[in-house]
């Protein structure tokens, strides 16, 4: 447990997050703990790094799809872009990160290299989202939890992962069991 966050001795972590990443994580629960710290040539840039600081995510495979998992993730400390890196460093980046994105859909091999093409071109940003946040509420210490589904923008690049019948309009993390705690 972090002792960052005080709130995890209630539940797993207070940031959750949900992302698509390029590709199929080979194991889910998976644990990154990989230091990071300021890219050694781009100062704009983080990296990880024997010499950076303590950081750690948590990943589980919410739903696989053709061309990427649809990923959730939690965060056990606090650090810059540290999802972003993360995920590039096992080989799975951030589908439409334009920074830590490692060659998109190039990397995606050619029977599948037509669907992560449109993919890409479908999503306008990098596909990560703050699905739930939580923490005490500052005067009577009780637990507050926010969730917030999958924002409207990257809505059709989720649409095409999936499929097209494959998640509800209105709330596609809740059908796609993003929610649940068990995992």
Do not use: N
Request: proline share 8%; charged share 20%.
């Amino acid at each position: 447990r972090s002792t960052l966050f005080p709130y995890t001795t209630l539940f797993r972590s207070p940031y959750r997050y949900a992302a698509l990443a390029w590709g199929h994580l080979d194991q889910s629960p998976l644990s990154i703990a990989a230091p990071l710290g300021r890219h050694p040539q781009d100062r704009k840039r983080m990296s990880v790094s024997e010499r950076g600081r303590a950081a750690r995510t948590d990943a589980w495979v919410a739903a696989r799809f053709g061309v990427c998992d649809l990923l959730r993730l939690e965060l056990h400390t606090g650090r810059t872009h540290q999802i972003r890196v993360h995920l590039e460093h096992i080989g799975h980046p951030v589908v439409g990160d334009p920074v830590y994105g490692g060659g998109g859909a190039r990397r995606i091999t050619a029977g599948a290299r037509a669907v992560a093409d449109r993919l890409e071109r479908a999503t306008p940003r990098q596909a990560l989202h703050a699905a739930e946040l939580g923490f005490r509420h500052p005067i009577s210490g009780d637990p507050l939890v926010f969730r917030a589904e999958w924002p409207l923008d990257l809505f059709p690049a989720l649409l095409l992962a999936a499929g097209q019948d494959s998640v509800a309009p209105d709330s596609p993390l809740t059908y796609l069991h993003f929610y649940q705690r068990d995992g």
